[in-house]
């Protein structure tokens, strides 16, 4: 096992315009499972990709432990990757391809049947060792290309979206299993996803990307309560947090008909910009006699609450035809019907501040 450090690391590929991964600075400790999360071209898969060797590093370092592997080829770095298409020979059997990275370092074979069985066993996959690739479900394919990494014994796991090919109930159960078998084995590993439910529910911490750029890299918690920027915001949650810009008043932010209270002393942070916006989670807002104004578009209604989807009301006419959707997550059993009207409130402490301007997180 080993820590890893990404240092000021940098790909920039030829004819491109901007770095696909910009001076990207991250310190991985020993036995974390940290997750790399963003939108597709991000750079992600690329920053997972210059760890492990198949991609150039055109700036900075990347360490693994106290090695600099910036320029080491893949064989030299004692990593181990699980890939998204599994990657498993379709002629051999389940031992011979989780032995076959043993059998090419001249492991004894002995050794190589033994570690074989037991990282079969942790996986639950002995009885299918005989069976050849074709005869398996996508998540027993899985679950083999994660034993082949396993046997290796590697100081770093590397996972490049591997559970984009199962579908939705069984990438529930896999990353479940993932999760468990990594805090069992207490192996160091990276994990590229574009799913931010994945990120959340799977890492010790989760590293948002956008445009090559790192934005915040923090607990799942901490991301999904104190967002640096928009992006992070935006992108952290389902339904994603609700934004709104409103205009700065006496005592709050303006939105619509109704004045959201937020403390001076957050607002004197802003430096004299007049219009700033509010962010608010779904599940944070409450129904209320005195909030903020929704016209109710759509209802969701899925038993334990319902999703009330709609626009503010209250906002001037050019402002309405551009006016964000709002989404109100709603526990009662006496759910308003589409087309009502309705007020939201909010606690203040539950209301995030951000310039638009600058995209920061200002509260």
Request: aromatic share 6%.
């Amino acid at each position: 096992m080993a820590t890893v450090s990404y240092r000021e690391a940098t790909r920039h590929f030829p004819g491109a315009e901007r770095p696909a991964v910009d001076r990207l600075s991250l310190e991985i400790a020993d036995g974390e499972f940290m997750v790399l999360v963003g939108p597709s071209g991000c750079g992600k898969s690329t920053s997972l990709r210059m760890l492990a060797g198949l991609e150039e590093v055109n700036g900075g370092s990347v360490w693994i432990g106290d090695t600099d592997v910036t320029h080491l080829p893949p064989k030299d770095r004692d990593i181990a990757m699980v890939f998204q298409n599994y990657a498993l020979y379709p002629h051999m059997t389940v031992a011979e391809n989780m032995g076959f990275a043993l059998k090419m370092q001249n492991v004894p074979k002995a050794e190589q049947e033994q570690r074989v069985t037991e990282a079969a066993r942790l996986l639950g996959l002995e009885e299918f060792l005989n069976r050849k690739p074709k005869a398996l479900s996508g998540g027993q394919r899985q679950r083999v290309a994660m034993g082949r990494a396993i046997v290796r014994q590697p100081k770093v796991f590397l996972m490049d979206e591997p559970l984009s090919n199962l579908d939705a109930k069984l990438r529930v159960s896999t990353r479940t299993q993932i999760a468990a078998l990594q805090t069992r084995l207490g192996v160091t590993t990276v994990y590229v996803t574009h799913d931010q439910i994945e990120a959340m529910t799977m890492g010790d911490r989760v590293a948002v990307m956008k445009d090559g750029v790192l934005q915040q890299v923090d607990s799942p918690l901490a991301l999904y309560d104190t967002p640096r920027n928009l992006f992070v915001a935006s992108f952290i949650g389902s339904p994603a947090m609700n934004l709104i810009d409103g205009r700065v008043t006496d005592g709050g932010v303006q939105v619509g008909d109704f004045v959201v209270p937020v403390p001076r002393e957050v607002l004197e942070r802003a430096g004299g910009e007049q219009v700033l916006t509010i962010g608010i989670r779904p599940e944070n807002f409450l129904l209320a006699e005195e909030g903020i104004g929704m016209d109710i578009a759509v209802v969701e209604e899925l038993g334990a609450d319902s999703y009330l989807y709609g626009t503010p009301t209250g906002l001037a006419p050019e402002s309405a035809l551009t006016a964000p959707q709002l989404v109100a997550r709603i526990t009662s059993r006496r759910t308003p019907q589409r087309g009502s009207h309705v007020r939201l409130g909010v606690e203040p402490e539950y209301v995030h501040l951000f310039s638009p301007t600058t995209g920061d997180r200002i509260s």
